[in-house]
């Protein structure tokens, strides 16, 4: 444990890439697919981009600090958050401010640049908290605990480089596994990083997940492969409202790793219109009974989907469908 000769805030320092962009050659843009990036994992996967020409990212950036227990303790002033993006295989380092939200809540957001010839293979982007404390400008009072990884050349948003499922037999597989037998897939959210166990035992299953087959097998993956996103969405949601440390007046937090972050973004389309803490407290309040939890596993479900993208997915496979019914027939 680093010890510091100044006062620092307890509370954690969060951060989250809430969209990504693409500019290219004369000013075109896109937006990232919204399965290419994590807030589970912490990962931007900039090779999921459907062009290849693009030549900067501007990822937006929201990052959450203690800001109750700096205000009330008062040992910080001149306070500044900035975001800091790096790559040691490139020596590259750019440096952003972020600026505080237009209620002076404990939201700090900006958008930081990521230049493509600056970079070949993983950048980290970490956000700190900086200070004057006891007359001394530019102390560093809080830190992100874990940083993104900007990945210009992964096509799938995964920190450890690999999927995470697990492709196993439920029939005779863990034992707690043998009671899905019949389920294509389960997500786990036991231990530190969610996982979907896909199971084999489905006949075709793995193939289409995949992506093998013909081209209308490819289409169905694409679908299955959004309603499994849903699934997991759904799930960590679950996992993460279930376990929240509560205050002292009774208030629940936010917790500081993927779990919080899983919950801010989807607070806003389970309970629209409010803020971030009122909608925690709503959704807090209603499942330990204060009010209907099942009236809201329709908003979790809907806001699983569309961050899972499965309206998009699923309209792209009927529009793929019809298009080559057209074809036969000519």
């Known amino acids: 444990m680093k010890v510091y000769p100044y ?8 951060a989250r890439v809430t969209a990504v962009r693409l ?3 004369g000013g075109t843009r ?16 900039l090779g999921r981009a459907e062009r290849q020409d693009w030549e900067t990212a501007r990822l937006s950036l929201t990052a959450t600090i203690p800001l109750r227990e700096i205000e009330t303790k008062g040992h910080w002033s001149e306070l500044s958050v900035v975001a800091v993006l790096t790559e040691g295989s490139t020596n590259a380092r750019r440096t952003t401010r972020l ?10 957001t900006g958008e930081v640049e990521v230049d493509r010839n600056d970079h070949l293979d993983r950048a980290s982007l970490s956000v700190h908290v900086v200070a004057a404390v006891g007359g001394i400008e530019g102390r560093i009072v809080g830190s992100t605990d874990q940083d993104w990884f900007i990945d210009v050349t992964s096509n799938v948003p995964l920190r450890e480089r690999q999927l995470d499922v697990s492709t196993v037999s439920f029939a005779r597989g863990a034992e ?6 019949d389920a294509p897939w389960v997500v786990d959210t036991a231990g530190r990083m969610p996982t979907v166990h896909l199971n084999s035992d489905f006949e075709g299953l793995v193939a289409l997940v995949e992506g093998q087959g013909s081209k209308v097998e490819s289409m169905l993956g694409e679908v299955l492969l959004a ?3 849903a699934d997991v969405w759904t799930a960590v949601f679950h996992t993460a409202i279930a376990d929240l440390e509560i205050e002292e007046d009774g208030s629940p ?16 389309e389970v309970v629209p219109g409010r803020s971030e803490m009122d909608a925690l407290r709503e959704v807090h309040m209603r499942r330990t009974g204060e009010g209907s939890w099942a009236d809201l596993q329709p908003r979790i479900q809907y806001a699983a989907a569309r961050r899972a993208e499965v309206p998009k997915a699923l309209a792209g496979t009927v529009r793929d469908i019809e298009r080559l019914d057209q074809e036969t027939l000519a």
Do not use: N
């Not at 937090?253 to 806003?268: C, I, T």
């Open 7 to 14: 006062p620092r805030p307890a509370g954690a320092v969060t």
């Open 23 to 25: 500019f290219g050659p």
């Open 30 to 45: 896109e937006d990232l697919d919204a399965r290419g990036y994590s807030v589970v994992e912490q990962v931007v996967a």
């Open 99 to 108: 600026e505080p939200g237009p209620e002076g809540g404990p939201d700090w």
């Open 176 to 181: 707690w596994l043998r009671a899905f037998r």
């Open 227 to 229: 309603q499994m996103c």
């Open 253 to 268: 937090l936010f917790p500081p790793d993927w779990r919080g972050a899983v919950l801010r973004e989807m607070l806003p």
